[in-house]
């Protein structure tokens, strides 16, 4: 089945175990554009960076890539003049593999940080990867470090009368925040676009899709997505500022959203989303600070948790949060059950609160009254699973 | 015993279980200076006060304290009008009980957000409240809440061959970052000083101490530090500038570092302190990011918590923190064993860092190698119990 990054024209790609992680499971993903795809990246904004991820930043700036490898179990970070010669290697060993040239792979690693790549491994698993239409999945399944599942999710859209596709795969689910090397998302697509315009489009985007989940405790920051073209659609060449470029933009939305949303719910440990809705700000950008408290605050997430209905714990946090607003005409509500008006506490009923409190999907809604900036952010709950996964997560 | 904050002179206390706690715990403390003391305080930056908080604040502008009264188990906080109404009655109490003016009264409230001020309660707890030189633990007791143990440091010293007296107590245990009615610090001296010099000190040690604790996640600033002074012992009068109150500010530092250290480890499931000592930074500023980066890190915490030398997460909070250095020159060590120099892994004893990380006190070192800067900060592990407590705290 054509799924995620091979939902586009033009891509193949497949997933293999190749014994990186310590048991069986796929870890080694491999996503191909023959023709070359044009391609676009925004990258972690820490100041440690993993090698692969420095090397794909740099081969990105010819803006064509043939060939996406990622590994997942080691994250090739924190490893010096080795680290980066590895990187090397590793786009090296995928050029050979597929024919390419090695300045044409981005090469990607996510896992544990501070051990050196097994390339040997690697090296064997891509002797037996085969990419094809077929092999979204398998790609998205070898990208998975402690996601429970694989992320895809496609759009398919009409411009100018011509069928344009756009697909893509993410992994999480730790660590998700200004880091590297933990949350990895690829976008394909085969939309008619110049390079430019690809990536002002995946930066407009990543705005408000992966720059808006925080699972663990960070305002997050996306730490690699890859958006390619295949520009093997029919559609007429799409161009910024313009009609195309905002339905391309609005399908890229959807994409990405939706990914954001999967990553924040399958948050290690977490039993259920959660949607923060922050309206009534002076500014959209108060708005966003007010979003980030809430998701970040490990009391907000753990009261999700127990499906206790402690909108105390909300309003604390958007009174750190940093935003300026008139703290008497807060008001709250958590699913469509108002619980705080005018800052001050209203009676509710508890019953009805743990019915809404007990679902897979949860909407904080929040309205400070004092403008007219809004901002919505995802996250998840904080469980005592999120302790046991990272308590001995290396060892 | 004269301990916590009837240590120094001309400072008795009580605490006494009137029945705000669902259980049978003290819920209700007093600190009573009779001859009136000079008072200074830190108050929470949070844009949400409670009610209690915001006439503290306004009654210590007076200058003049002679009754503190704090109740746990109820916040008094976002009632609207209601809080504010009850905070005064709260004082009025208090003054009626012990004989001053509710103008020199300051009352706190610490517990559950949104839940009107039993006043019937406390009431009746205020007419059966003794204050004595021996009753600083009654007190420490009382302003407990999820705290394990109640919070006590004493420090005696010579000035200008003068006994001097130094002495507090402090509660948790959650939500300790910027934030309302849940740190709380009373600290009284004899020492013989002026209301402005008292300020400035407390300042100044709040900076180095309660200013230095992180254990939910957020940079952690003062909720409300009080410091009282009877001016009873026979020093000289403390000038800014001087010997003396640098002498003075020291001894606070030790009282106030033991109280935040007694925080950290206490804090909401812990299992042990740690430490972050930050050096080599450009600017201390940049010091305190890495610290606070690290403190609040819940990777780093959930790492300690399962003794896994996982430096890892700590370098990859060291590079999101914000803080400008060069990658390659930082070192780590746990406890005294280097894991990780010029940003690349070291190999190193997983047994001896087991031992290490086993400990109830655990130290970590980062140097990045890139200047002079530095800051000192103190938090706790995240464990099982931390999700426990929080998920079900208000039901």
């Not at 501070?114 to 491994?121: E, H, R, T």
């Not at 069928?163 to 590297?180: D, L, R, T, W």
């Not at 009676?347 to 004092?370: D, H, M, Q, R, W």
């Not at 699973?385 to 001995?392: E, L, P, R, V």
């Amino acid at each position: 089945m054509q799924s995620g990054v091979t939902f586009s024209k033009g891509f193949t790609a497949d997933g293999v175990a190749c014994g990186i992680k310590n048991n069986s499971d796929n870890d080694l993903a491999v996503i191909i554009c023959e023709k070359g795809a044009k391609a676009a990246g925004v990258f972690t904004q820490n100041v440690i960076k993993g090698h692969s991820l420095k090397l794909s930043r740099q081969n990105i700036q010819n803006g064509i890539a043939k060939a996406v490898v990622i590994n997942s179990g080691n994250a090739n970070a924190c490893l010096a003049e080795r680290g980066d010669a590895d990187a090397l290697k590793f786009a090296q060993l995928s050029a050979d593999a597929f024919g390419c040239n090695p300045a044409e792979v981005l090469p990607a690693s996510t896992g544990v940080i501070g051990k050196p790549l097994p390339l040997n491994l690697i090296s064997a698993g891509l002797s037996k990867i085969s990419p094809t239409i077929d092999g979204g999945l398998a790609a998205a399944q070898a990208i998975m470090t402690t996601d429970t599942k694989p992320k895809q999710a496609e759009v398919g859209f009409l411009l100018g009368g011509k069928q344009v596709h756009i697909g893509g795969m993410a992994k999480g689910s730790g660590m998700v925040h200004p880091n590297m090397a933990t949350m990895i998302s690829v976008i394909t697509t085969d939309a008619n676009i110049s390079t430019q315009t690809l990536k002002l489009a995946l930066k407009t985007v990543c705005e408000v899709s992966f720059n808006r989940i925080s699972i663990d405790g960070d305002t997050s920051v996306c730490d690699e997505v890859l958006l390619l073209s295949s520009c093997m659609a029919d559609n007429e060449y799409i161009k910024p500022a313009t009609f195309q470029f905002s339905i391309f933009v609005d399908a890229l939305k959807v994409v990405c959203i939706r990914l954001a949303k999967m990553l924040a719910a399958d948050g290690e440990g977490a039993t259920k989303l959660i949607t923060v809705k922050v309206s009534g700000t002076k500014t959209n950008d108060d708005a966003h600070k007010i979003a980030s408290a809430i998701t970040k605050s490990p009391l907000c997430k753990t009261a999700a948790f127990g499906n206790d209905a402690n909108w105390g714990r909300i309003i604390t946090a958007v009174g750190y949060s940093g935003a300026s607003f008139d703290p008497l005409t807060v008001d709250i509500f958590i699913g469509d059950l108002q619980v705080c008006k005018n800052g001050g506490g209203l009676p509710f009923s508890e019953a009805k609160a743990l019915n809404i409190l007990k679902k897979k999907e949860v909407v904080y809604t929040i309205n400070v009254g004092s403008g007219k900036g809004s901002d919505t952010m995802y996250t998840c709950d904080f469980s005592h699973d999120y302790i046991s996964i990272n308590a001995d997560y290396r060892t």
